[in-house]
């Protein structure tokens, strides 16, 4: 019993913790698009934009995107984009 009770309590926290997803291409229409929308629902995700380069990071940051969610990777690496999820 005890048990079955950990493993509910496991799987609770586990879905009342917000996603994180990978948003590539953050910078761009679409990207943004997509980013701010997980943004405004941070109680259901936690959102990392992956952009190009440092210039397009700080414009989203100079938009009011908080800088801990946003990576500069390139997304033709996989080991790049693993580190910007860390």
Do not use: C, H, W, Y
């Not at 079955?4 to 913790?17: C, G, K, Q, S």
């Amino acid at each position: 019993m005890q048990r079955l009770l950990l493993a509910v309590l496991v799987a609770t926290a586990a879905a009342a913790a917000p996603r994180r997803v990978a948003v590539t291409g953050a910078g761009g229409q679409t990207g943004q698009l997509a980013f701010r929308r997980m943004l405004a629902r941070r109680d259901e995700f936690d959102p990392i934009g992956i952009v190009r380069n440092a210039a397009r990071r700080d414009e989203l940051v100079e938009k009011g995107v908080p800088s801990e969610n946003v990576r500069v990777a390139d997304v033709t690496d996989a080991n790049a984009i693993l580190e910007a999820l860390e």
